[in-house]
C-alpha cells in the first residue's frame, strides 16, 4: 500500500493551496482517510478526515469553514483544498487512511504517507 501525497509549496498568507493523496496497492471503500499536519518542534495534529464511502466529513477547529476535504473514488485519491491560509499553517502536511471510524488519533490510521512542506508566509 502506497500513500502519495503532493500539492505542497510556498503561499502568502490569504493565499489557497490544493495537497491531493493517491493510494494504490488496495482500495480503502470501506474505511476513513485523513489527513494530518506537524509544524516544527510540534506533535503531530489532527486536520481533517473522510469516510471514503459515503463521503462524510470531519474537521479540526482550527481549520474549519477554510479547509475542505474531498474524494475521487475512480481516482482513489483523497484531496484537502485549503483556503484563507495563515501563517500558523505552515507545516508537514501528512495523509493517512486505514481507519475504520472518523478518529483524531493517528494511531488509528494504518497507512500514511511521505508528507508534503506547505510554508504560509506573512
Known amino acids: 500500500v502506497q500513500l502519495q501525497a503532493s500539492g505542497g509549496g510556498l503561499v502568502q498568507a490569504g493565499g489557497s493551496l490544493r495537497l491531493s493523496c493517491a493510494a494504490s496497492?488496495?482500495?480503502?471503500?470501506?474505511?476513513?482517510m485523513g489527513w494530518f499536519r506537524q509544524a516544527p518542534e510540534k506533535e503531530r495534529e489532527f486536520v481533517s478526515a473522510?469516510?471514503?464511502?459515503?463521503?462524510?466529513?470531519y474537521y479540526a477547529d482550527s481549520v474549519k469553514g477554510r479547509f475542505t476535504i474531498s474524494r475521487d473514488n475512480a481516482k482513489n485519491t483523497v484531496y484537502l483544498q485549503m483556503n484563507s491560509l495563515k501563517s500558523e499553517d505552515t507545516a508537514v502536511y501528512y495523509c493517512?487512511?486505514?481507519?475504520?471510524?472518523?478518529?483524531?488519533?493517528?494511531?488509528?490510521?494504518?497507512?500514511w504517507g511521505q508528507g508534503t512542506l506547505v510554508t504560509v508566509s506573512s
Open positions: 496497492g488496495r482500495t480503502f471503500s470501506s474505511s476513513v
Open positions: 473522510i469516510s471514503w464511502r459515503a463521503g462524510n466529513t
Open positions: 493517512a487512511a486505514g481507519s475504520r471510524w472518523f478518529t483524531p488519533n493517528s494511531s488509528d490510521y494504518a497507512y
